[in-house]
Every structure is written in structure tokens, then in C-alpha cells.
């Protein structure tokens, strides 16, 4: 749509006065396909395109209506030039170096993998032709959006460079080709710039990886104590339950093990900050990554545990149930016996649904407020009430739930099946320490200690704790 | 409570080095409803305002504190002017053409229509007074936002125009407002600030309309099969099952077709560039403006993915299935008879609710992703990886789970009734032929080709395509 | 991972023709904790760090490689100067008045209290010293962001100032800290800005509390009604119905009050300018309150409604009801008697259902366009369709929905337990009222005068009128 929109308005009105909307020339270094899908959509938004090349007469087919000069007349024709150009032939554009000077030159280059080079392009570049404005700039799109527009996740471009007139040269033209520009500042952005598009998930991996560990591990463990056993002891074939019997087993397990996982750290952290008595030293990597992890931890905990919902709210209509039950009410007929109604049957399995609702209930809060746009708009008070008060919250909430689950088959021998422990209690472990270690921080006497380190105080003689601090 | 703030940071300190904070007079040409608005909401936050006016002496209720003078008068006294006038009236400015001189003209304007005009109304303001500095700006704001400040909706203001300082000056005014602005560049992108309040939904009326089509056909096609074949042939009224069990069958036949039309128009795409043996030809129209809608079609398949599991999570608490397991079981005492437990029933049903929940829980994967917040945080590897490999995942899980609900159903010829086949094999066939082409399309030689051609190369002597793209 | 990238790439690139890249001097004032964390941060991103302290040589650990100095020294070191000072402790600054003459202070102040002073930390620093260009900035960001960098919440720094070059430097630094910088405009949005941190739910406690209320009051009712009633009369413990069937009671009753409670105030703001005959007199301050919190009057509705649909989908899996239901098959078959299938039950019970969740998938629709990245890419044309016409459709379905529960039993006396009324007829007396108001409103004489009335037109002698306006 925009781009109709702009085509038509610079053809229209040719008497507007901004200089800017008059078909501009802009250059394009490098006929390649980058350098070809580039001129094509600058061409439909109405810009006129020149194409530098090394042999400007057999570069192969361009954008009809472009045309292609050396390089030397091409970057004397316009002020913006685009380097579509890969970092490794980049040395050649340091003999350019005096046309190009006081030009604003586009890097729009991407590498293959991280850390290839000890600069970014961007800086390699204005390296290289100190008298030009180097902006970085549309290497986060996809080839798609380069060629043919904006679109879904292709709206945003983010620009950085030295020069705040050239950043405005470079964001006019990707607002005219329908982009929304981000300036994300000076031009040492551009390594983080660079190393955008080559990332798939980095924090992912780890939870996703305990998650298919936990989920293998619980799997094969109830696999083993529900199906195998007994089919071996009482030689009855129950495999038709690990679709779903199984699985809904598995998933709430590793969703309460994740859940108390993102909590962990925190709690390490406190300790570790009451044991060495400062809030001045850094903490191990390893807890340092932990933490830094702990959302996409949450997130994958709160997606096993929705899996769970849906696996628990179709029980009633699943063969076996509806066979189960109507086989109970025949039996009991056949026996002419009545059952009573059991009152504290009818409170502990409604607690164990409800409890269990509300924790659910809360985790969809707290996933909700990790939308980017909404925690955006939180201010970190208000994150902070969140993401700890409630989540601690609902960790209790889901802990209470299994209990509540278990009730009095904790100590019921018959569940001890080839002395393996039923799932649920094994998924206690970690959240109830978790809850516990969380209640002592809560001590008056620890909270005290605690918040007047976090603001700074430290144990022990200060003299003393300094040259320590100037020897590490 | 920004404009509070405001207010107040303006009266208590005068002292203030700013120039800008001392009660600045603003200009507002126009009397009517909006410039009133306006005007109102500039008091409040501390401005002074003066209005032009072509009759100053009665032009009706102004805001108290407010005054209306000529337009020359009121131009002189304020550096920023309001354009509160119909579009159609501008040409009298141009008489005003040397009090404007160097001023900041804010365009407020919106058409009733799109495209009315050929140029946008802020670039026809700039070509009259080029000596002016056009600034777009607030008309994407609902009328009550004019009034009474930011408000949900109304809290971003898009700002364009030549000239950066005349943009930094309406900016200020709109941060002191309490709007957060986003600087969209030149003045060429008013056409589309312009175009912006008109719009309605335009990308989803196309699948909404789909979508309306085929629920209607779907639902008197499950009509004529279900119910009235059961009332003329078996002279059975079941004509309750209208209101839930159809719906339960159209929703997801509808949510099928819509997901597999999203990913029809790639696999075409593919196809041709295949044929074409190249990438540089644009797809026809209606592929591209396919291919555009394919994130609400995805949307609106989903929202009716979601109706059909809540309409199937509540099946067991339906009168009707009640009755019917209440009538088996009794049917099954009185006759004495037993049926055995089928293992091949359990774990077909199991899989079949357990692949819907997976292939359900991936679509909401896809649909989070689809969130403004979300999508923009992704690297567009990130973005294509989650909407086209999980979007084909999710497509054959929800294929395989309607090929599971048909299980052996699909050879009995009792299933044909008026020979009009059962609705879920309808519903099969576009999903079933965009994942057989998928699958072509992943065969190594296939897929070779199509990267290649993705990546600029094209097939045939390159000598000759060359001509014949210059003769396009 | 942006630390690691921009610490490397200062090291790596020594050559680089950027001056701010090598190694700039940041200086900081005050030694305390706020001061230490961030110059510890800076250091980390590969900036030099000088402190002023009045007592450079006793101002205790500070981070290795930084250095203390006197104001004066410290200040002549560096061009950006970060103030870590209690504001109580401003006015020592006025005295370095002409060491700080041009440069960029940054004020990173917050208070402890809202409005603990006239006017914004940052404004008084401007005033003190106004010669500097102040900046505020940082102050949003929690202090583990401030020592360890960007995480989740605290992604986004806001600044301010009226100076463009000082923020455009201080920009720089929070963008090589790794943080996403929003221009807010000049320093007199610094109020807000250091009001933001301080908030907590400001918007939620009215909704919060009212729901709060309402849930009380309903749940004791309802606790009478149901199980005391039960326990006094009938001599029977129902005490296991709290948990589940209550609450599935309680939650539905507020949910539905409380979307009403979203539209009533619109409602009540147009037969108010029906009445006045003007829509430039304000509207009384608890109307604009009320208005301001309909948003979250809505969202708690929302996630009451939710939990009423999660109570509502375990009812089949709860012993009590699995008991019932058994029971009354059982004693079907003892008393050898069948009940008929009821159609006027099946169709009730069906659309009683199939409208409860159409209203609640129209309801999750507008949670959904209430996130903030969505209704940001609304127009306010399609804002408004969405929050009015689907709003007032999905009141609509709700009250159904109710009045489909009740059906016949309206006039029954048996369900008038010691005179009190069954909680949902309660509950249907607001969203009647409300619904019937609409209708009135949308009465084509009503809707045509408020229409004129809301395009700027008053009634009565406009003369008149205008007097009446200038004498309020």
C-alpha cells in the first residue's frame, strides 16, 4: 500500500518543493542479487538507481530503467551509495576514497557466522574511508522485504552511524520505502546489528534442552513404573495409555520441575550475596547464564502446563474413562451394592482442581506480562511485584496442587512400585526447597541483612574489604 | 496525569531557562469543532492559544482564556500554526503566503475518502507556502483524544515533514500532550498518515469474508446431511444438534481449509518460480495479494480452531451426551450384556485428541508469534523458521488429526448419505494436496534448484534473458 | 551478549575514526551505591570512569580502575557528568556552577515519594546550573540493570531534555550500554518520567478493589443461600460445594457486572450531553475517573470470565458430579423407570452453552486488542468498531447467556430461599440496564441530535450560550 501511495505522489506532484521527493539518484555498489532485488524496489518507490560495478558492460541482467557505471562515475552521481558488496572484497574501496568522501555509504551487509571478523563491516568500512558517514542499516530484513516491501516481520529497520545528518538520509529513504526505522546510535551498534540476523533462539536452547531432557527422562521412568510393570506382574496390556495417561503425567512433572527452576537461581543468588557479605562481586558464570535464562525457563514451563490443562480437560470424553465409569455403575448394580457419598473425597479432589486452576490462572498472568509489549509499558516496580510476589505465588500454588494430589498416598507402600516413587512425588523435590529456602530469606532477621546489602552496605572491615576489592 | 504534571511544572517555575516551558503561544487557524478541541486541550496544558479567524468577531463559543484575531494577526504571534481547515479551503492561505514565511504549519487534515486528491493535503499545504515548514501530524488521533489528551488507543501520534526542526518543535508540543510520537520521516509519507484513520480492517476482509462463505456452505451442506436426512429418511427430529454438534463439525472444517490456504499460496509461488526458472518476474496479482493476507487467514482459522476446542471441551457436560451414556449403560444392564474393552478404540481416540491438542497448541505458538511485540523482537530467521517449518508441523497435525477422526470410515458406503460425503473429507483435500507439493518440494534435487533460484540465479542462456527483461 | 559485543569491539578497533569510541571519560558524581553500580557498568562497556566525591581519598571502594577526584577536577575530565546525588543534596552544584558550564549533566534521580516537591528533580538541577544542558535519563531502570545491563523489563531507557546534541550523547552511551532509548521529548517531561518507577497499579486498584467487593459480597450470599440454607433447613452438608460450585457461581456474577460496569459510564456521558445539550463542559470528575478505568474494569471481568470457563470445563472430572451422575442411573434402573429424551432441554442447554462461548471468544478478542502492540497498530476508526460494536455484542451475549441459565425458573418460588434471590438474577440487573439504555441511545432521533452534538453543535441560542461559557 505504501509504496502505490508514494509512487503516485512523487509522479504527481512535481512541483513539490522538497528536493528529496524528486527522484532522487541513489547508488548501489555491487550487482549481485542483493545489489539487483535493492534497485529493483528503490526503482518502485521512485527513485532513480545507478549501479556501480567493475565491468559495468557485462554485470548481468539489471533492473530495467538502472544502468551501471564504474564505480568512480557511479558514486559521483549520488550522495547515498548502498555497499552490496561482500566484507571480503571490501579493500578495493579504500582507492575510492576520495570520491566517496563527505558520501553517505550504506552498509548493508550480513556474514555468515558470529565473530568472524575482529570488527563489524560497518566499522571495518568507515575504517577504510575515514572521509565518508558509514550508516549501517537494512541488513536485518529478509531478502523478501528487500525486494518487495515491508511485511510482517519485516517492518522494522534499525540504523546506526556517527553521523546524525547521514542516519536522517538513510531513514528518510526507508521510511519512503515503507519501513519503520529504529536508530539504535552510534556506529559501534552495528556489531550487534550484524549479529542480529544470524541468531535463531540463543536463549532457547538451554530451557529447551532441559525440557526434552526432563520430558525423556520422566517419560521412560513412568513408561517403565506404569505400562511395563504392569504388564509384566499383572500381564495386563495398558500401552494405549501413554498417549495420553502418560503424557499427562510428564507434562505437569517437568512444568512444576521448570517453574521451581526459574525461582532457584534468585534464591542461590540471595544466599550466595549473605554469605559473602557484599553485592560487589560478580556471580559464578554459570549462575550468571541461569538467570539470564529464566524467562524462556518460565515460558517453556507455562506451555507444558497449558498442554496439561488440555490433556486434563478432555479426560471425560476419552474412551477409556467414559468405558471405566459406566463399568464402575454396572458393577454396582450387578452387586447390588451402593457406594456412599464420600464428603471428604468431594473437598479434596475440588481443592485439587480449583488450587490447581488458580495456579494456572496466575501463570497465564505472569506469561502475559512477559509479552514484550506489555512489559514494556510496566514500570519495574511493578514488573518486579510480578514477576517475584506472584510468581512465587504461583509456584505455591502448583506445589500445593501435588500435594494435594498425593494427599495421603505419600506413605502408602502399594505405590512403590519395583521401589520406584511415584512421578509426582520425585517433581516435590526441587519446587518444596525451592519454597523452603524462600520462607528462610523471609526471616526478619535474614530480609534485614539481605536488603542492606542490596543497597550497598558490606560485612567486615571496609579498609580491608577494599584492597581485597583492588587486588582481583 | 501527564497533563497535570505538566500544568503545574509550567505555573511553579517560572524560573525555568526554557524559553519553551513559559507559557508559549500557539496558533490555531480555524474555529470550528476541531480547532476548538484543539484549542481547549492546549490551555490545559499550559499554552496560550490565539485563533485565526476570517470573521474574529463572530465566530462563535471559543475556549475561555482564548482569543480570535485575523489570520495575519494570529500568525504573527506564534511560531507554530494549526491548521484547523477543510482541505477544500486551503487556498486562501496562499494569500498568507509571507506572514507564513519560516513558521511551522501543522496539518491536522483528514479526508472523508482515500485518494480524493491527488497529492496528499499536507504536500498541497507545502506546494502553497513553500516558504513554510509543513509539519503532518495528530490526525491519525480520534477526536475525544484532541480533547481530553492520550488515551488507550490513542497514545501514539506519527509526525512528518521536511524539515527536522520544525518536527522537533511538534514534537515537543504533542511529548507535552502526553503522547508518545514516532517520527515516520519526509513529508511524502502524509499521504499515508492520511489514509491511516480512514481504514477498516482492509488485509481482513478478504478471509473474513472467506471465512463467511465457507462456514455458510459447510453449514447447510452438514445441515442437509445431518439433520434433515435424519428427519426425512428416519423421520427422527434432531434438530437440537444445530446448535452444538454442527457447529462442531463446521468450525473445524472451516479452520482446516483457511490454515492449508495459508500455506497454498507459497507452494504456488515455489511452483512458479520453478517453471519460470527465475525470480526476477513479479507473481501474478492475485498471488501477491494472496500471499499478503496469509496472516489473517492464519488468524481467523485459528480463532476458529479455538471455538471448536471449547465446543468440544464442553461435550461431556451437554444434556444430550449425558443422556445418551446414561441410556447405554442402562441399555447394556437390561439386556445383560458386556461390551469388552477395545485397545484398538483407546488408543485410537487418545491419539486422535492427543495430535489435536499438539497440533492446537503449536497453531497458538503461531499465533503469539503473530503479535506485533513478538514478531518485531524476531530476527526474520527466527520469524521463518517458527511460521514456515512450525506452520507446516502444525498443518499436518491438524490434517493427521482429521485422517485419525476419519480412521476406517472412509470406505463405508453408509457414511454417504444422499451421496454427499462426510464434511471432514471435504475438508481434507487442500490440506492434503499442500502437503503432498511440500513434500515435492523438499524431494534434494527439487529443493537444490529452488534455493538456487532464490538466490539470484536463472536458468537458461543469461545473454538471452537479459534481452528479454530489457523488453519488458 | 550486546555487553560482550561492544567491550570487544572497543578493544579490537583502536583505530576507528570515531572519537566516542575510544575509551570516552564519563564522570560521576557521588560515590554511593548508585553511583559505584553504574560506574562499575560503564567500565564493563569500555568507558573510562573518574568520580567526584568531597572526599575523593576516603569515599570508600569504588571499582577497580576508576579514580576519585574533587568536583572541580572530575567535572573538567569528562563531558558528561552523571549525577548520583540525593536531590536533597543538590544545592552544593550551584557553586560548580562554571566547571559545569556546557556540559551534559544527567540527572538520574528518583524520588521516594510522588510530588515530594514542586517541581522535577531535573528541572531544579537545570535551574541550579543553567549554563549545563540536563538530561534525565536512567531513572526507570531497577538497579540490577544499572550494575548488570539490559534484561527484560528494563530494556527501554527514557530521556529527556532540551538540549538535542546532550541527549543525542547520552543516547549514545545507554545505546552502547545495550539499552533501546525513547526520546520523550524536552526536560519538562522529566515529571513524569521520575513519577514512573514510583507507580504501582495505579489504573488496577479501583477495578482490583470493586472486584474484590463484589466477590465478597457474593460469595458470603451465595454461602447463605446455598449451604447454610441447606445445613439449616434440609439438615444436609453441602460444605464440599465452596470450593468449586460456588466460586463457579461467584466469578460468572462479578464478570458480568463488571463488563457492564465498562459500558455504563459511556451510557451515562451521552444522555449527560443529551441534557446539557453541549459536549464542552467536562463531565464530573468520578464520571472521567470511572471512564479512565474501563480498560481494566473490562480485563478483570475477563479474567473472572476465564476462570468461570475453567471451573465450568472440570465440572464432568468432579467426584460430586461423577457421583451424581452415577446415582442417577443407578436409581433409574432400580425404580425400572426411563426418563424421555427432553428435546426443549437439549436445545437450551446447547445454546445456553454455544452463547456463553461465543461471548467469551468475543471477549478474549478484546483482551486481545487491548494489548498494547496491537491496539498501537489500530487506527482509532477500527479501535473504536472493535471496543464499541464487538463490546457491546459481547454484553449482549453475556446477559443472553445469563437470562438462557435462568429460562423458567425466573418465576419459580421454590428458588426464593429465605427470600433471597438467586445470584444471577442479581447480577442481570446492571447489563439490563445498560443494554436498554443502548437501545435507547441507538433510537434514530436520539442517535441523530447526539451525533450533532458530539460534531461541535449546541443547543439553544448560541448567544446565550457563549456568555454562559465566558462567565464559567
Not at 532485488?37 to 528503490?42: D, T, V, W
Not at 558470529?114 to 531478502?143: C, D, H, W
Not at 530451557?207 to 499383572?234: E, H, M, Q, W
Not at 525451592?434 to 550497598?456: E, F, N, S, Y
Amino acid at each position: 500500500m505504501s509504496k502505490e501511495v508514494n509512487s503516485e505522489s512523487v509522479s504527481l506532484c512535481p512541483l513539490s518543493t522538497t528536493a528529496a521527493t524528486e527522484q532522487e539518484m541513489l547508488c548501489i555498489f555491487g550487482t549481485g542479487d542483493l545489489g539487483r532485488s535493492l534497485g529493483q524496489r528503490f526503482l518502485q518507490t521512485g527513485y532513480k538507481v545507478v549501479y556501480g560495478s567493475r565491468r559495468p558492460h557485462s554485470c548481468g541482467p539489471l533492473p530495467p530503467g538502472t544502468q551501471a557505471m564504474s564505480h568512480v562515475a557511479a558514486a559521483q552521481s549520488a550522495r547515498l551509495v548502498f555497499i552490496c558488496i561482500h566484507r571480503e572484497n571490501y579493500d578495493f574501496l579504500e582507492t575510492l576514497a576520495p570520491q566517496l568522501k563527505g558520501k553517505v555509504l550504506v552498509d548493508v551487509s550480513n556474514n555468515l557466522k558470529k565473530n568472524m571478523y575482529p570488527e563489524a563491516n560497518a566499522e571495518y568500512l568507515q575504517r577504510l574511508i575515514p572521509g565518508a558517514q558509514v550508516v549501517k542499516g537494512f541488513n536485518t530484513l529478509s531478502a523478501w522485504a528487500l525486494q518487495n516491501g515491508p511485511s510482517d516481520a519485516n517492518r522494522q529497520v534499525y540504523v546506526c552511524g556517527n553521523s546524525l545528518e547521514a542516519k536522517q538520509a538513510v531513514i528518510e529513504v526507508a521510511t519512503k520505502l515503507g519501513f519503520t526505522v529504529l536508530d539504535r546510535g552510534s556506529l559501534t551498534a552495528a556489531r550487534e546489528l550484524e549479529d542480529f540476523p544470524l541468531q535463531l533462539f540463543p536463549e532457547w536452547r538451554l530451557p529447551l534442552k532441559l525440557a526434552t531432557g526432563l520430558t525423556a527422562f520422566f517419560f521412560f521412568y513412568l513408561l517403565i513404573r506404569d505400562v511395563i510393570y504392569s504388564y509384566v506382574v499383572n500381564d495386563k496390556d495398558v500401552s494405549f495409555r501413554i498417549m495420553a495417561s502418560l503424557a499427562n503425567k510428564v507434562f505437569p512433572i517437568v512444568s512444576l520441575i521448570m517453574l521451581s527452576l526459574c525461582y532457584l537461581p534468585g534464591v542461590i543468588a540471595a544466599f550466595l550475596q549473605l554469605y559473602r557479605g557484599t553485592k560487589y562481586k560478580r556471580f559464578p558464570d554459570w549462575l550468571d547464564r541461569w538467570m539470564l535464562c529464566r524467562k524462556q525457563l518460565g515460558l517453556v514451563a507455562l506451555a507444558l502446563a497449558s498442554l496439561h490443562v488440555l490433556y486434563t480437560l478432555i479426560i471425560p470424553i476419552r474412551y477409556y474413562v467414559r468405558y471405566r465409569l459406566a463399568a464402575h455403575t454396572i458393577s454396582q448394580i450387578r452387586e447390588n451394592k451402593t457406594s456412599p457419598f464420600d464428603t471428604t473425597m468431594a473437598w479434596r479432589t475440588d481443592s485439587y482442581y480449583v488450587i490447581g486452576i488458580l495456579g494456572f490462572g496466575l501463570y497465564l498472568l505472569l506469561g502475559i506480562t512477559s509479552l514484550p509489549s506489555v512489559s514494556n509499558i510496566l514500570s519495574w516496580r511493578e514488573f518486579s511485584f510480578i514477576q517475584s510476589k506472584l510468581g512465587y505465588l504461583t509456584l505455591f500454588f502448583c506445589t500445593f496442587h501435588t500435594y494435594l494430589y498425593g494427599w495421603d498416598k505419600f506413605l502408602q507402600p502399594s505405590s512403590y512400585k519395583w521401589f520406584m516413587l511415584p512421578g509426582y512425588m520425585l517433581s516435590l523435590v526441587v519446587p518444596s526447597v525451592v519454597l523452603v529456602l524462600k520462607l528462610l530469606l523471609l526471616l526478619p532477621c535474614v530480609d534485614g541483612t539481605l536488603t542492606r546489602i542490596r543497597q550497598g552496605w558490606e560485612r567486615t572491615d571496609p579498609e580491608q574489604e577494599r584492597k581485597k576489592l583492588l587486588l582481583t
